[in-house]
């Protein structure tokens, strides 16, 4: 059911922008709604770590300030963001969701951090996640588990359990999140908002905590298309502090958002990501399909090469990678994962080297056949992000569940994973409800840089649909 | 090599090697599934053929953003 309220927090992260740098709305107004969102439903919710208000109504009157004195604001003035937990920033935690780094106060700031920074956005609270990235569905034994906030009982997605939440619950108008195998369009597609993976190489990840040195991705999580094609505007780019990040021009990605798909061949795959679907999930994209067409669009039916590969291979590289980076506190303090957290990472440190050598290797070989028997074809796929309608917390609690639990919580990612073995630009945006009022995620993906297009087709989208706009009513605890 | 045969050397491989030690009864359950992904790693054995050149990911995702491309 949706509220029937309205406050500024309801705007868009582009609305409130544009709002703020014409004088319609101030920066003061902006966080205190967001505030008063977070004061009444945060209890219920859970979405946050840490939040500092006095900073953050610093942050704000300096903004109004700023625009007082008239000159150049920034695309973001005046917006009061909150990231995932494991965005460093100098003199601030960064629990990156764990009790190992409870308080790890790092001395230095993320890029991503800088660059929204330097575009007039600041950051008022850290926000829960799965500990260390490390699981699909957004709990946490540590900081308490991240609640829907369309029904509390059910999970938020993750690992970017609180970005999702807290964007849906108005607490924040985007928030960072970060993608290993789906934990920015996971808990985009649970709870209702966009959220895109970008490129792998796109956007720099120095100054965020690692998971998985190949397939880690940082992006926005936000109401629209259109404010994640904002937020990737100011945030993608190479960067000299992080060697991997791409010398790639980027583009004005809102200016790109004609809402004209004519022209633009748009897959839908026949197998694999349509394997053992649940029949709202199923109706709910067909459904968006026709929506798509009508905007100009071209729906080809295809199969996807190579899909048995890029599976067997993405989970042999996640798993030891994962593993690799948390070996010393594994050896010395394993006690103080989850059980969840640590029984997942320990089978990686069985997978011989040579498998991971050559899940590697060939990622690039097949990258590169699957991109030419694709996109030969197609410019973009569309897909479900989640098969299934959303489980609740308690089906997917590996630490308390009966065997068997851990397959049911990590099949959540079963559509999302391939895409970052592959490095493929991925959105989700919302595109229904089930049968339980919870929300069902449209994934867009596209070829390697073409984020463009991909959040082109996601706003043509919501040209023409209001689920994005919907709010969650919720419930009291 | 039996199941119990295998799994002992599982363990002994992965204390010798990164000095873990199997931390619950999850881990255990999780470390059997590993059943599944070395059949499935296995069966693409043979089935892809690619060229013996240096390959970078990196590079792979430039040249393929290009493919099918339209002016």
């Given at each position: 059911m949706?509220?029937?309220?309205?406050?500024?927090?309801?705007?868009?992260?582009?609305?409130?922008?544009?709002?703020?740098?014409?004088?319609?709305?101030?920066?003061?107004?902006?966080?205190?709604?967001?505030?008063?969102?977070?004061?009444?439903?945060?209890?219920?919710?859970?979405?946050?770590?840490?939040?500092?208000?006095?900073?953050?109504?610093?942050?704000?009157?300096?903004?109004?300030?700023?625009?007082?004195?008239?000159?150049?604001?920034?695309?973001?003035?005046?917006?009061?963001?909150?990231?995932?937990?494991?965005?460093?920033?100098?003199?601030?935690?960064?629990?990156?969701?764990?009790?190992?780094?409870?308080?790890?106060?790092?001395?230095?700031?993320?890029?991503?951090?800088?660059?929204?920074?330097?575009?007039?956005?600041?950051?008022?609270?850290?926000?829960?996640?799965?500990?260390?990235?490390?699981?699909?569905?957004?709990?946490?034994?540590?900081?308490?588990?991240?609640?829907n906030p369309w029904n509390?009982s059910y999970i938020t997605g993750?690992?970017?359990?609180?970005?999702?939440?807290?964007?849906a619950?108005?607490?924040?108008?985007?928030?960072?999140?970060?993608?290993?195998?789906?934990?920015?369009?996971l808990?985009a597609a649970a709870n209702g908002?966009?959220?895109?993976?970008?490129?792998?190489?796109?956007?720099?990840?120095?100054?965020?905590?690692?998971?998985?040195?190949?397939?880690?991705?940082?992006?926005?999580?936000?109401?629209?298309?259109?404010?994640?094609?904002?937020?990737?505007?100011?945030?993608?780019?190479?960067?000299?502090?992080?060697?991997?990040?791409?010398?790639?021009?980027?583009?004005?990605?809102?200016?790109?958002?004609?809402?004209?798909?004519?022209?633009?061949?748009?897959?839908?795959?026949?197998?694999?990501?349509?394997?053992e679907l649940d029949a709202p999930v199923r109706a709910a994209i067909e459904a968006a399909?026709?929506?798509?067409?009508?905007?100009?669009?071209?729906?080809?039916?295809?199969?996807?090469?190579?899909?048995?590969?890029?599976?067997?291979?993405?989970?042999?590289?996640?798993?030891?990678?994962?593993?690799?980076?948390?070996?010393?506190?594994?050896?010395?303090?394993?006690?103080?994962?989850?059980?969840?957290?640590?029984?997942?990472?320990?089978?990686?440190?069985?997978?011989?080297?040579?498998?991971?050598?050559?899940?590697?290797?060939?990622?690039?070989?097949?990258?590169?056949?699957?991109?030419?028997?694709?996109?030969?074809?197609?410019?973009?796929?569309?897909?479900p992000t989640i098969r299934t309608c959303l489980p609740t917390?308690?089906a997917t609690?590996?630490?308390?569940?009966?065997?068997?639990?851990?397959?049911?919580?990590?099949?959540i990612?079963?559509n999302?994973?391939?895409?970052?073995?592959?490095?493929?630009?991925?959105?989700s945006i919302p595109c229904g409800f089930d049968l339980n009022g919870l929300p069902i995620g449209l994934?867009?993906?596209?070829?390697?840089?073409?984020?463009?297009?991909?959040?082109?087709?996601?706003?043509?989208?919501?040209?023409?649909?209001?689920w994005?706009?919907r709010?969650p009513?919720?419930?009291?605890? | 090599?039996?199941?119990?045969?295998?799994?002992?050397?599982?363990?002994?491989?992965?204390?010798?090697?990164?000095?873990?030690?199997?931390?619950?009864?999850?881990?255990?359950?999780?470390?059997?599934?590993?059943?599944?992904?070395?059949?499935?790693?296995?069966?693409?054995?043979?089935?892809?053929?690619?060229?013996?050149?240096?390959?970078?990911?990196?590079?792979?995702?430039?040249?393929?953003?290009?493919?099918?491309?339209?002016?």
């Amino acid at each position: 059911m949706m509220a029937a309220r309205l406050d500024v927090a309801d705007l868009s992260l582009v609305e409130a922008a544009d709002a703020v740098r014409k004088g319609e709305v101030s920066a003061i107004s902006l966080l205190e709604a967001c505030l008063a969102n977070l004061d009444s439903h945060e209890e219920a919710v859970n979405a946050t770590i840490w939040v500092d208000k006095e900073a953050a109504f610093t942050a704000a009157r300096a903004a109004d300030a700023k625009r007082a004195a008239g000159g150049p604001l920034g695309p973001l003035h005046g917006l009061p963001l909150a990231h995932k937990d494991m965005y460093y920033q100098a003199g601030r935690l960064s629990s990156c969701g764990s009790a190992i780094r409870r308080d790890f106060v790092p001395d230095y700031s993320a890029t991503v951090i800088e660059r929204l920074s330097a575009a007039g956005a600041y950051a008022f609270a850290g926000l829960n996640m799965a500990e260390f990235a490390q699981n699909g569905t957004g709990h946490n034994r540590h900081h308490g588990d991240c609640r829907n906030p369309w029904n509390l009982s059910y999970i938020t997605g993750g690992s970017s359990s609180g970005s999702g939440a807290a964007v849906a619950s108005r607490f924040t108008f985007a928030a960072l999140g970060s993608d290993t195998g789906g934990s920015i369009r996971l808990p985009a597609a649970a709870n209702g908002v966009s959220g895109i993976k970008p490129t792998q190489t796109r956007v720099s990840r120095y100054g965020v905590m690692p998971l998985s040195f190949s397939a880690d991705n940082v992006g926005p999580l936000a109401r629209t298309a259109r404010d994640c094609a904002r937020i990737m505007s100011v945030i993608a780019g190479y960067d000299p502090r992080d060697p991997t990040s791409a010398e790639m021009p980027v583009p004005d990605y809102e200016a790109g958002l004609t809402g004209d798909l004519r022209g633009i061949r748009i897959g839908m795959p026949s197998t694999y990501f349509l394997d053992e679907l649940d029949a709202p999930v199923r109706a709910a994209i067909e459904a968006a399909a026709s929506v798509l067409t009508g905007r100009g669009a071209t729906i080809v039916p295809m199969t996807l090469p190579l899909m048995d590969a890029v599976a067997t291979y993405a989970a042999v590289v996640s798993r030891v990678e994962g593993a690799a980076i948390h070996a010393e506190w594994m050896r010395q303090r394993p006690q103080d994962f989850a059980t969840h957290i640590n029984a997942r990472m320990f089978p990686g440190y069985a997978i011989p080297a040579t498998y991971y050598v050559e899940a590697l290797s060939r990622r690039g070989p097949i990258l590169k056949a699957f991109a030419k028997e694709v996109f030969s074809q197609v410019d973009l796929l569309v897909t479900p992000t989640i098969r299934t309608c959303l489980p609740t917390l308690a089906a997917t609690d590996i630490d308390s569940g009966p065997p068997g639990t851990e397959q049911a919580a990590l099949g959540i990612s079963t559509n999302t994973r391939p895409f970052n073995y592959l490095g493929l630009p991925s959105m989700s945006i919302p595109c229904g409800f089930d049968l339980n009022g919870l929300p069902i995620g449209l994934q867009i993906s596209g070829r390697p840089f073409a984020e463009a297009a991909v959040l082109q087709a996601g706003d043509a989208y919501q040209r023409d649909t209001d689920w994005h706009a919907r709010r969650p009513a919720i419930a009291a605890v | 090599m039996s199941e119990k045969t295998k799994f002992v050397n599982d363990m002994v491989a992965i204390a010798t090697w990164h000095g873990v030690q199997p931390p619950n009864e999850v881990a255990l359950r999780m470390l059997g599934d590993l059943e599944k992904l070395i059949r499935d790693f296995e069966a693409l054995r043979g089935t892809m053929r690619f060229e013996d050149e240096p390959a970078s990911f990196e590079v792979a995702l430039v040249e393929a953003a290009s493919i099918g491309v339209r002016a």
